[in-house]
């Protein structure tokens, strides 16, 4: 028992000592742990902490998605896909004959093409930017030594030519460059900036900050633009400029009530999808940056001022000198002879001597004043690129004859817009509405961050005056110049203008060179659409009661018809060959 | 031993000899399952701290991969509209009607004016 007891005892001792020897050499593995700890916690902390961030933490590559573009009713007109663009480092190409013969048929470039591109001594060369992501595939899967891909926005404008001046382009950089692509591109292209995002050791993204998306979604313009209207706008622009096979021309219909513009179109015209295939010309939007001599149709304005101030009534008389008057040395001529006209009947036969008797009795200041009042001389503001202001000079410039010839649309330079506008004026009862082409801007979830309200300017004349002009304007489509205008079922207001252009070689008028136009406004008392056409240097053709005045008509009962309205005469209508008085059952 | 049975203890008796020797085992044995018991409260602490951080992983793998699906889909959504685009152009839609369907424009008389829809009161944009 003893010896078993003193064999426990040395047993129990042995056991110590290795437990003691275990417990010192653990508790030295942990102080060394410990240490180590130290060194790297609080230590080397600053030091580490900026290496593991460098090491995880990247910029994470975001495409930022331009804001789309729509039409009053959503309908897209500008949007961007993703798309891949395609690169080189030449010098790390392995076979440049076989690598431009896979990348041909991929790229749809031709061979010789790819082949001096890859053969360039340049570190780094396009091969072709912005290619449709479906053929991305394939050249994935030929995993060529030396090209690579990377992934870019395109823009792709759908309705092709439809809108084109009023929308613009943007560059290869995704940035605008015309239109409203550039004028608000910092709500169409905003960037981001790559946001930080921490990979793994495969360089696989683990997550990434907050708020930052895969991709960055920008903010969508909502036009006042009807795609139906102006689609029915370029058309009949279209056919009118071939037709007359004139150098431009230029359509602009508005709300004349709201100043919002529906539809805006130009010739020659451009598809914004290959914008570089297309003369820097035609990018121009004739609507807003040129301006022009309106001719005739300046004379409402001349009208308006003078019945606002009462100097003459519509039934007042007007001797128009039987075709000619002789203006402190120049003599001005009628299209006809005219004898006795009614200040009505000078607009209706668009009498220059008339007007000039008219515009006489307005005096410089008073007449100057109207013509600003009318917006005239100012930028309307609308939010395009490059408006112009026109050129209207003070009366202090003006010339022995200038009233005269301001008062018949010469000396004054205005722009489509501005004239669109000073009609709209009259349409509405006097006010001088600003025009406007963004409805609202639509926040990237939807959100409404900038819904556009319709602004008075100011009140230019009086409603009893706008009234009076109507009337007269009414006639000018009835029995005067602008009969082409006339729509069945609907009262047309307008007036013509045919103006020679200025000749530079002479400093003269030009005898060929002509702006013919029509601007007017229907249903002539409850206006909903005012509408301008300008056929620029018509070679078929010069008046524009013949060339203009129809366009006006076609745009005006084709819209009018698509928005509904009713014609407010001869409602009564044939329903499958059988007359039927206003569609009964149907109200 | 019996006595011992009966009771319920947490540490297991090793031997409970009343000797000196089977007294020091038993102590032993009992400061080896209380170091064992301590580890593995450490340790389960320690999982308990990293867990969170493992699943913060790999829920971003997961919102990743869905980024990416939900960017594809963008895409094609966007692949459609333009596509959509196109085929309803009004200038494609009168080709087609003139040239293929022979269609030609309405006299007025066969226009026919329905009264206006009636709306519903949801503010449109």
């Known amino acids: 028992m003893r010896r078993e007891s003193a064999c426990s005892a040395i047993d129990s001792k042995a056991m110590r000592v290795r437990t003691l020897l275990l417990f010192l050499f653990l508790a030295s593995f942990l102080v060394l742990l410990l240490l180590r700890l130290f060194d790297l916690q609080i230590r080397q902390h600053k030091l580490l902490t900026a290496d593991a961030i460098r090491q995880q933490q990247r910029q994470i590559p975001v495409l930022p998605r331009r804001g789309s573009i729509c039409d009053r009713n959503g309908k897209e007109l500008a949007i961007s896909l993703r798309s891949y663009s395609f690169f080189a480092h030449p010098s790390f190409v392995q076979g440049i004959a076989r690598t431009s013969a896979k990348l041909s048929p991929i790229l749809d470039l031709s061979y010789d093409s ?165 003369p820097p010309a035609f990018w121009r939007n004739r609507a807003i940056t040129d301006s022009y001599e309106p001719g005739s149709t300046f004379k409402v304005i001349m009208a308006a001022g003078v019945l606002e101030e009462g100097l003459l009534r519509p039934e007042d008389r007007i001797y128009c000198e039987m075709g000619g008057i002789s203006l402190k040395g120049f003599f001005i001529k009628d299209y006809k002879k005219y004898g006795w006209l009614t200040f009505s009947q000078v607009l209706e036969n668009s009498s220059n001597v008339g007007a000039i008797k008219a515009g006489t009795r307005l005096g410089k200041d008073r007449y100057f004043n109207y013509i600003r009042s009318f917006g005239f001389g100012a930028k309307t503001e609308i939010e395009l690129p490059g408006e112009a202001q026109g050129i209207l000079r003070e009366p202090k410039d003006w010339s022995a004859i200038s009233l005269g010839a301001i008062s018949m649309g010469q000396e004054v330079s205005v722009t489509p817009i501005q004239l ?43 409603p009893a005056t706008a009234s009076t002009l109507t009337d007269i304007l009414e006639k000018v489509v009835e029995d005067g110049t602008g009969k082409n205008a006339a729509i069945p079922g609907y009262k047309v207001a307008g007036k013509t203008g045919t103006s020679q252009k200025l000749e530079r070689s002479t400093g003269g008028y030009s005898h060929h060179k002509v702006v013919a136009s029509f601007a007017g406004f229907v249903p002539a008392h409850a206006p909903r659409l005012a509408i301008l056409v300008t056929i620029d240097e018509p070679k078929v053709g010069s008046w ?44 | 031993m019996s006595q011992g049975a009966s009771r319920l203890e947490f540490f297991p008796r090793v031997q409970t000899v009343s000797t000196p020797a089977g007294r020091e085992k038993a102590r032993w044995a009992r400061e080896l399952w209380a170091i064992l018991l301590t580890t593995a409260i450490i340790l389960a602490g320690a999982l308990l701290y990293v867990w969170p951080h493992i699943q913060v992983i790999r829920m971003g793998y997961r919102v990743e991969r869905l980024n990416a699906e939900f960017s594809a889909l963008i895409q094609e959504e966007k692949q459609l509209t333009i596509r959509l685009g196109q085929l309803k152009s009004l200038g494609r839609i009168e080709e087609i009607a003139r040239g293929r369907l022979r269609m030609v424009d309405p006299e007025p008389s066969q226009i026919i004016f329905l009264p206006p829809e009636r709306k519903p009161k949801v503010q449109t944009f």
């Open chain 1, 114 to 278: 790819i082949y001096r591109k890859l053969q360039s001594r340049k570190r780094f060369i396009w091969i072709k930017r912005k290619v449709d992501p479906e053929r991305t595939g394939d050249f994935l899967d030929l995993k060529l030594p030396g090209v690579f891909a990377v992934e870019e926005a395109k823009r792709y404008y759908p309705k092709q030519e439809l809108a084109s001046h009023v929308l613009g382009f943007v560059g290869l950089d995704d940035k605008g460059l015309e239109g409203l692509e550039f004028s608000y591109d910092s709500y169409l292209g905003r960037s981001p900036g790559p946001p930080l995002g921490y990979c793994d050791a495969l360089g696989r993204v683990a997550f990434r900050e907050a708020e930052a998306d895969m991709t960055f979604e920008n903010c969508d313009l909502i036009l006042t633009i009807d795609e139906v209207i102006q689609y029915f706008a370029e058309r009949a622009l279209e056919k009118a400029v071939a037709k007359s096979q004139a150098k431009a021309g230029t359509i602009i219909v508005m709300d004349p009530q709201t100043g919002q513009i529906l539809a805006m179109a130009d010739r020659p015209t451009f598809n914004p999808n290959q914008y570089r295939n297309h």
């Open chain 1, 420 to 462: 669109l506008t000073a009609f709209c004026t009259i349409a509405n009862g006097g006010n001088l509405m600003r025009p406007y082409l963004i409805k609202g801007i639509r926040g990237p979830y939807g959100e409404i961050l900038r819904e556009t309200s319709p602004r008075i300017v100011h009140r230019t004349i009086s």
């Open chain 1, 544 to 587: 524009g009661g013949a060339l203009a005045a129809p366009v006006f008509a076609e745009v005006a009962e084709e819209a009018l018809h698509y928005l509904g309205m009713r014609p407010s005469e001869g409602n009564a209508l044939a329903v499958g060959g059988k007359k039927v008085d206003a569609v009964a059952g149907l109200n």
